[in-house]
């Protein structure tokens, strides 16, 4: 069993920058395929970006070369680097988690662009 604890969400000027974090439990953190997803109002949850076991990191193309997952085994924790926010980045961020068979969904954090 895996527990995801999403933090770091709040409100960015476009153009600005924000940095999601997400916290698991459990002590085989590096044996995980993790990932974001985000669900804008009245749409329905999309990929945002992942990171394999081995680091090999995967973007959905609107946010390629804006956003950077990076994951600290040590941490247990998976983080989202937001640069060159846009309004249509705004969304629920939801962090994943998945071995297996064995998926996991963290709360979710909220993430405005707005000036």
């Known amino acids: 069993q895996v527990q995801l604890v999403e933090s770091g969400g709040g409100l960015v000027q476009p153009g600005g920058s924000l940095t999601l974090s997400c916290a698991a439990s459990?002590?085989?953190?590096?044996?995980?395929?993790m990932a974001w997803y985000r669900q804008a109002p009245g749409k329905e949850r999309e990929f945002v970006a992942s990171i394999s076991t081995g680091g090999i990191t995967f973007y959905t193309d609107s946010v390629k070369g804006r956003f950077t997952i990076s994951r600290h085994n040590g941490e247990n924790t998976v983080n989202l680097q937001m640069n060159s926010a846009k309004p249509e980045d705004t969304a629920v961020y939801y962090c994943?988690?998945?071995?297996?068979?064995?998926?996991?969904w963290g709360q979710g954090t909220q993430v405005t662009v707005s000036s």
């Open positions: 459990g002590s085989i953190f590096n044996s995980y395929f």
């Open positions: 994943y988690a998945q071995r297996t068979t064995s998926r996991y």
